[in-house]
T-cell receptor, first 113, second 114 residues
Framework: GENVEQHPSTLSVQEGDSAVIKCTYSDSASNYFPWYKQELGKRPQLIIDIRSNVGEKKDQRIAVTLNKTAKHFSLHITETQPEDSAVYFCAASEYNQGGKLIFGQGTELSVKP | NAGVTQTPKFRVLKTGQSMTLLCAQDMNHEYMYWYRQDPGMGLRLIHYSVGEGTTAKGEVPDGYNVSRLKKQNFLLGLESAAPSQTSVYFC?????????????FGSGTRLTVV
């Protein structure tokens, strides 16, 4: 089955700096890669996703890149703000496998003012 | 429109007791999922369902059972709770359409087994 590895487990940046979180996946059949943000005590919320026919996607300060050959994808947050502090999870899914998401271990991002 | 509702929100069980967690969604989603979240381990899939009357095992199914008798409800059962099942449990649902993958999560159930 699919296995997703996420790095780093913790990341601390200064406000205004960029943050990058990386994930690798094992199943070459996976074709959907979402990123979730989870604030303390809250439920995970989808922030951006990418499908395997696209190499990069941007939404304001957030971007995701996908390298299918290397089987890795990354989340880029620019101009970080204190409200970006949260745990971020990557995930991978193959549609014909019931749409089930396999998650990485999570990255705790801390943005210092 | 409540989205995905989980009950209860908190529960303390003694080892060996049983309980059922309820997940209800009002979005007419086909697919439903149960995850557990433990520190440093992300969200791990327990069981899932691709439609009414169907269930399938996920990554960590042992010690849990599920049922999907109605499309809007997905129940997670613990027959004989163990301390290793102390966790936060999240239910999620999705349309299951290849153009609409996104999950909607419930608010979670914090379970402690003593």
């Amino acid at each position: 089955g699919e296995n997703v590895e996420q790095h780093p487990s913790t990341l601390s940046v200064q406000e205004g700096d960029s943050a990058v979180i990386k994930c690798t996946y094992s199943d070459s059949a996976s074709n959907y890669f979402p990123w979730y943000k989870q604030e303390l005590g809250k439920r995970p919320q989808l922030i951006i996703d990418i499908r395997s026919n696209v190499g990069e996607k941007k939404d304001q300060r957030i971007a995701v890149t996908l390298n299918k050959t290397a089987k890795h994808f990354s989340l880029h947050i620019t101009e970080t703000q204190p409200e970006d502090s949260a745990v971020y999870f990557c995930a991978a899914s193959e549609y014909n496998q019931g749409g089930k998401l396999i998650f990485g271990q999570g990255t705790e991002l801390s943005v210092k003012p | 429109n409540a989205g995905v509702t989980q009950t209860p929100k908190f529960r303390v069980l003694k080892t060996g007791q049983s309980m059922t967690l309820l997940c209800a969604q009002d979005m007419n989603h086909e697919y439903m999922y149960w995850y557990r979240q433990d520190p440093g381990m992300g969200l791990r899939l327990i069981h899932y369902s691709v439609g009414e009357g169907t269930t399938a095992k996920g990554e960590v199914p042992d010690g849990y059972n599920v049922s999907r008798l109605k499309k809007q409800n997905f129940l997670l059962g613990l027959e004989s709770a163990a301390p290793s099942q102390t966790s936060v449990y999240f239910c999620a649902s999705s349309y299951g359409d290849r153009n609409t993958y996104g999950y909607t999560f419930g608010s979670g159930t914090r379970l402690t087994v003593v």
